[in-house]
């Protein structure tokens, strides 16, 4: 994408000089540290266009470069303790211009959220771009009754508290209230322009993008690191209730193997496949379910193991989107009800246009980031085996 064309811009401020937490931003959550997984949630969005680092720290700027975002460095003066957000913010956007990237709606993402759902940054971009908000923001709701202590009495009754949502007089039932939300801090969007006159995240109309209370954790002590991650082991090992799918496409090398191979003295390449895989091919090949291996490597393994499991092939494909485009317009599925199975960076433009992008357990971190759905088996060790009995399990259903 050219500079020209970015729409929609994250910036993710990461500065190095953490009180609470030392080095928090690099402190990791399920393995990733906090601004790779801050990086991976913006790359993996539809709709934003390009992602941006802000930060005075090397060691921070490295790890975001790592996973894929381009880096600002901050001046000393916008990096201290007493710096605001939004001063970061107008930096960046003013570094931005002068290389010639001037997008309409900023995505503003912490780093001390390591649960951001890419598909709520979307709803978030979707809702300023539509024009239905000009600001938005990651909220919890709640129907807790909320309670502030009194500043103006004196005396004996120093402790007094008043109601802040609720009249003490009335106690409506739960399901009988209107939730109040909030903020989480994950993230927040808005339009460019406005920011900019307002110096502030917040003008004209603001909407909230509704974030599960599990999810909506952020860092602050060290003992958030700890509930997080022990958090982390079990959000991303979940199974969806259904993954309702038409098709099935999957990479080879890492997915259907251990992406590993070996090579005799001629140079002749052999690979390990998992035979439970095959039965799960054919139970889903019976079920009526089409299949497809989409490869960019040019290989007879690759071949050989298509005719074996009976599953149509395609190799040499450097555009695995477009190719999977084509074959499903064909086939007449549409990409909402289509898995695709990948295990690294190049299977990132394929996930990120199907409903179901899912990845083997030892994928990537961008592609598990990227993913909808993370396998408990890894690539040559039956994932394959287990999407395809997700799928006809949902089909049962």
């Not at 790592?66 to 960046?92: M, N, T, Y």
């Amino acid at each position: 994408m050219t500079a020209s064309e970015c729409r929609v811009v994250a910036v993710i401020p990461a500065r190095g000089g953490s009180k609470g937490v030392p080095g928090k931003n690099l402190r990791t959550v399920g393995g990733r540290s906090l601004i790779s997984r801050a990086v991976m949630a913006c790359s993996a969005s539809r709709l934003v266009d390009l992602v941006y680092a802000s930060t005075d720290d090397a060691a921070i700027a490295a790890a975001a470069q790592a996973s894929g975002a381009d880096v600002i460095w901050r001046p000393r003066d916008l990096a201290g303790d007493h710096a605001s957000s939004e001063s970061a913010l107008l930096h960046a956007l003013d570094h931005l211009a002068t290389v010639g990237v001037q997008p309409e709606v900023l995505i503003f993402v912490q780093c001390t959220s390591p649960f951001i759902n890419p598909g709520d940054l979307d709803a978030a971009v979707e809702m300023i771009l539509t024009g239905h908000a000009d600001t938005v923001f990651s909220g919890v709701a709640t129907h807790e009754f909320l309670w502030r202590e009194a500043p103006d009495v004196l005396g004996p009754k120093a402790a007094a508290v008043v109601g802040q949502n609720h009249d003490a007089a009335s106690r409506p039932r739960r399901q009988d209230r209107r939730p109040d939300f909030r903020e989480t801090g994950a993230f927040y969007a808005m339009r460019i322009d406005d920011f900019r006159r307002s110096g502030h995240r917040f003008f004209g109309t603001t909407a909230v993008v509704p974030v599960p209370e599990l999810t909506s954790m952020e860092i602050d002590t060290p003992d958030d690191l700890v509930l997080a991650n022990a958090l982390a082991t079990v959000l991303e090992r979940a199974k969806p209730a259904a993954l309702e799918v038409d098709a099935v496409v999957t990479d080879f090398d890492g997915v259907h193997t251990a992406d590993t191979a070996y090579l005799d003295e001629t140079g002749r390449e052999a690979v390990r496949v998992s035979r439970s895989d095959g039965l799960g091919i054919a139970r889903l090949r019976a079920s009526g379910v089409p299949m497809l291996i989409l490869s960019k490597e040019c290989n007879p393994v690759v071949s050989a193991r298509g005719r074996k499991v009976g599953v149509e092939v395609m190799q040499g494909v450097d555009d695995k989107a477009a190719a999977l485009q084509e074959w499903l317009d064909e086939q007449g599925i549409p990409l909402r009800r289509t898995a695709y199975l990948g295990n690294d960076v190049n299977d990132l433009p394929a996930m990120q246009i199907v409903g179901w992008p899912v990845a083997v357990s030892d994928a990537h971190p961008r592609v598990r980031a990227a993913a909808r759905l993370v396998l408990a088996r890894a690539g040559g060790h039956g994932a394959v085996r287990e999407l395809c009995d997700l799928v006809l399990d949902s089909h049962v259903k």
